[in-house]
């Protein structure tokens, strides 16, 4: 069994440090399936050829085109039924860290808000 077809793919990575600096990442990845009639695996392929990940620590971007012809070929199979599957994913992480200004800025205004609730008289009380 051979499947065989033209693909174009992009994969975009944008980090914009905003509002936090970290890692943006992002895949995505196709496979080819073949089951037999009792749904037991007979092959599988990911080619790499269309399958991509990218990531980015600082800010910037990466763009990934890609395009091309494959063919995924199984060998030769006994008779019978069998079924193919084409499955696809694709994955976004972020990790977003805050810097130590930021993070120091968020305190005191907590801290603001809370003298000003206790010098209003609005805090709970304390029993």
Same mark, same amino acid.
């Given at each position: 069994m051979s499947l065989?077809?033209n *693909?174009?793919?992009?994969? @975009?990575?944008i980090? @914009?440090g905003?509002?936090?600096?970290g890692?943006? #990442?992002?895949? *995505?990845?196709?496979? *080819?399936t073949? !089951?037999? %009639?009792?749904g037991?695996?007979?092959?599988? =392929? =990911?080619?790499? #050829?269309?399958?991509?990940?990218?990531?980015?620590?600082?800010?910037? /971007?990466?763009n990934?085109?890609?395009?091309g %012809?494959?063919?995924?070929?199984?060998g030769t199979? #006994?008779?019978? /039924?069998?079924t $193919?599957?084409i #499955?696809? %994913?694709?994955?976004? *992480?972020i990790?977003s860290?805050?810097e130590?200004? =930021?993070m120091a800025l968020?305190?005191?205004?907590? $801290?603001?808000?809370?003298?000003a $609730?206790l !010098?209003?008289?609005?805090?709970? %009380? !304390?029993?």
């Open positions: 065989g077809f *693909f174009t793919n992009q994969l @975009t990575v980090n @914009t905003a509002p936090f600096p890692t943006v #990442a992002a895949d *995505f990845g196709y496979t *080819f073949v !089951r037999d %009639s009792t037991a695996v007979v092959f599988s =392929s =990911s080619p790499n #050829a269309i399958n991509q990940n990218a990531s980015l620590t600082n800010v910037g /971007s990466i990934l085109p890609g395009s %012809s494959i063919t995924i070929s199984t199979l #006994a008779a019978g /039924s069998y $193919g599957t #499955a696809g %994913s694709e994955h976004t *992480f990790n860290v805050p130590p200004g =930021s968020i305190l005191i205004g907590l $801290g603001t808000l809370v003298g $609730g !010098r209003k008289g609005i805090a709970p %009380s !304390r029993s």
